[in-house]
Nanobody, 128 residues
Framework: VQLVESGGGLVQAGGSLRLSCGASGSIFSIDTMGWYRQAPGKERELVAVISSGGRTYYDDSLQGRFTISRDNAKNTLYLRMNSLKPEDTAMYYC???????????????????????WGKGTLVTVSS
């Protein structure tokens, strides 16, 4: 499975961006997809994940500003980010895997966060 992110860039505080992640390859094996981010000098953290059936889970601090969605027919994952803040500046990674959403959420502390495949990331920079 290959994952390719797009949509990152430079935006002013208060602005919005929509990230996209296209999946290709043996996608029949994928259940959960999600977005993670890593700011400079910090560990990678979960942003939001979504199951093949549309169930979602968000980091508590981001719910309300960020919305995850997926189009299974287009094999594409999205992340709509509103009211962006400078602290949202990070590399945003798309991830996918065969684990159900509940397992992925329980795997936050594990090395690969319960995901099998990762994209190379797209950089989001929010200026103040």
């Amino acid at each position: 499975v290959q994952l390719v992110e797009s949509g990152g860039g430079l935006v002013q505080a208060g602005g919005s961006l929509r990230l996209s992640c296209g999946a290709s390859g043996s996608i029949f094996s994928i259940d959960t997809m999600g977005w993670y981010r890593q700011a400079p000098g910090k560990e990678r953290e979960l942003v939001a994940v979504i199951s093949s059936g549309g169930r979602t889970y968000y980091d508590d601090s981001l719910q309300g500003r960020f919305t995850i969605s997926r189009d299974n027919a287009k094999n594409t994952l999205y992340l709509r980010m509103n009211s962006l803040k400078p602290e949202d500046t990070a590399m945003y990674y798309c991830a996918a895997g065969a684990n159900p959403l509940s397992t992925v959420v329980a795997s936050i502390a594990e090395e690969n966060y319960g995901m099998d495949y990762w994209g190379k990331g797209t950089l989001v920079t929010v200026s103040s």
